[in-house]
């Protein structure tokens, strides 16, 4: 082990690299003094070691290999790792941990390669600050999680690892869909409609008239503290054990961020331009749909935003009141009662998938509608 060391002359480029190579040193240095367990045979940490310090080598290169070369370098040597717990959870060392974090080291530095990285090409600047980037840090989450729970033998009933859950979510997609379905589609996606819609005409009507607005705001605050809790069962009392009723719960907690953010994005167009429509002799509508409804669209989408987690989490949260036995929050309450916890973490995984989404689909919509907002355009 030592000899590999010693046979490498290195001058890493970074204080990542630096840091990895620093790691790779104590690592081998515990090799005498500490047992790695039988997960890292001597085969597999001689090809970790080389890889890691192969990608340390080729730092020097053009950012684009070198990112390719490093993200080469530290996944694959990740892999090796923790592909070596299978049927010995619990028998990581002292070695293994040093590895994974010379290895987060490298990923590290070739995520700052990458956002350093200026293509010309549209496509590219967006795949790279959208996808790529994004993917290689939530990557990193997953595999600290997978190497700690299996390397710690962390019983699987109090935390199980993400390839468990990825297994129970490829087992069990009818059941996943059927629950999506019902939830989201029916529930959350109706509610979120009919909440922001209404949200929205009552903001238009508060601002028409002072004396909504100055009765309406206050309740409005007073309503959106209101529990979840609460409010679900008495709807399934009111609606049934449907989807309605999980609905009726989406628009409760959708409408008054609509009303509020709408409410005060009218505000949000200055008094020059308001003095120069009313030179023109424009009428409040005109005014309205022409000045006042675009210099509110930021707060208007800032709104749908926020409502498009809202209403999924009040779906979900709905449906531990009463359910049909089809559902994402039923799903998750039954299967916690059978301890089958790996069906529950795969609920909770395609609930923050469908949520992500769903805020994402809202955020292009915003990019699309206010692309001339500071904001968008980078002023």
Wanted: hydrophobic share 60%; glycine share 8%; charged share 10%.
């Amino acid at each position: 082990m030592s000899a590999l060391l010693n046979l490498t002359s290195i001058a890493p480029k970074s204080w990542q690299g630096y840091g990895a190579l620093g790691l790779i040193a104590v690592a081998i240095a515990a090799w005498s003094t500490v047992d790695p367990g039988p997960g890292l045979t001597t085969a597999s940490s001689i090809s970790i070691i080389a890889m890691l310090l192969l990608a340390i080598a080729l730092e020097d290169l053009p950012p684009v290999p070198a990112a390719v070369a490093l993200f080469a370098g530290a996944h694959g040597a990740v892999w090796m790792l923790v592909a070596g717990l299978a049927g010995h959870e619990g028998s990581a060392a002292l070695p293994f941990y040093l590895l994974l974090a010379a290895a987060w080291l490298l990923a590290w530095r070739c995520v700052t390669l990458l956002s350093n990285l200026h293509p010309s090409a549209r496509w590219a600047q967006i795949l790279l600050r959208l996808l790529v980037i994004p993917a290689i840090f939530g990557l990193w989450l997953l595999i600290f999680w997978e190497a700690i729970t299996r390397g710690a033998g962390i019983p699987f009933i109090l935390l199980p690892p993400p390839s468990a859950v990825g297994a129970r979510i490829a087992n069990s997609l009818p059941i996943l869909a059927a629950d999506v379905r019902q939830t989201i589609f029916k529930a959350a996606l109706a509610g979120y409609a009919m909440g922001c819609a209404a949200g929205f005409v009552v903001a238009i009507l508060a601002d028409r008239f002072g004396f909504l607005r100055r009765g309406l705001m206050p309740i409005g605050n007073l309503v959106s503290a209101l529990p979840i809790i609460g409010v679900a069962p008495i709807m399934v009392m009111w609606f049934g054990f449907g989807w309605e009723s999980k609905a009726a719960v989406v628009v409760i907690m959708t409408f008054f961020p609509m009303l509020v953010n709408t409410v005060a994005g009218l505000t949000a167009s200055g008094h020059m331009e308001r003095d120069l429509m009313r030179t023109y002799a424009s009428s409040y509508w005109q005014t309205l749909f022409k000045l006042r409804l675009p210099a509110a669209a930021p707060f208007i989408f800032n709104a749908l935003k926020i409502n498009s987690t809202l209403a999924l989490i009040g779906a979900i949260v709905a449906e531990f009141f009463g359910t049909p036995v089809v559902g994402m929050g039923f799903r998750i309450s039954t299967e916690v009662g059978r301890m089958n916890i790996d069906m529950v973490w795969a609920e909770i995984a395609v609930a923050a998938l469908a949520g992500s989404v769903f805020y994402g689909v809202v955020a292009l919509f915003e990019r699309a509608a206010t692309f001339w907002h500071p904001s968008v355009r980078g002023g």
